[in-house]
């Protein structure tokens, strides 16, 4: 009888029992090494160094594009009047040619010639208030860059490679041509051969 009795608290004592297990980790079931510590450690350098790479690329970039940005507003605003002179300039060329085609000393042509004057220095006063600047290079080196050659010459007395005389004058704006000055320029006399005596006044 009394072992009956003791079977079920035995049971019972068992049923409520409770297993404590230790918890499941990485760290528990792998202590990592210091060889794998260093190249953890190497590895997230190289990746800060990458980054760091990365962000100061794109500063430079932003740097870059920053001063190209203002370089072009600056050149929009130095050149904006490129078109407007340009249409400008055969306006001053054909009151340059009245004025040369003005002959004569009748009053009429000296007061025509004298407003034509006039008119062209207002004209050329405007133009160097917006840094528009002439060429008018006659006497000066020939210059390539702002001289265009129409015909050569021999001028006696003259420095070969000069401009000796200037078609139509050229013109600047902030310092980038317009338009370029064309002219004529001195070449090197040509050498005459020289008479050779004849037998009879060698004689």
Do not use: C
Not at 60 to 78: F, G, I, S, V, W
Not at 148 to 164: K, L, S
């Amino acid at each position: 009888m009394s072992t009956d009795q003791e079977a079920p608290e035995s049971q019972v004592k068992t049923e409520n029992e409770t297993v404590v297990e230790p918890p499941h980790t990485e760290l528990a079931e792998h202590e990592p090494t210091v060889e794998e510590l260093q190249q953890a450690l190497a590895q997230a350098e190289q990746k800060a160094q990458e980054n760091w790479d990365k962000a100061v690329r794109a500063q430079a970039e932003m740097e870059n594009l920053k001063r190209r940005t203002q370089k072009d507003l600056e050149d929009a605003h130095k050149f904006a009047l490129t078109g407007f002179a340009k249409e400008l300039l055969p306006v001053l060329d054909s009151l340059v040619l009245g004025l040369q085609a003005a002959t004569g000393d009748s009053e009429e042509v000296k007061k025509f010639r004298e407003g034509s004057e006039l008119t062209i220095k207002q004209f050329e006063s405007v133009l160097a208030k917006f840094k528009i600047e002439t060429i008018d290079p006659i006497g000066q080196p020939f210059n390539a860059e702002q001289h265009q050659a129409m015909t050569m010459q021999a001028v006696e007395g003259v420095e070969p490679n000069t401009v000796v005389n200037v078609f139509q004058k050229g013109y600047m704006l902030n310092g980038r041509l317009l338009r370029p000055a064309m002219v004529v320029v001195a070449k090197a006399a040509e050498n005459k051969p020289t008479d050779t005596p004849s037998i009879d006044e060698q004689a």
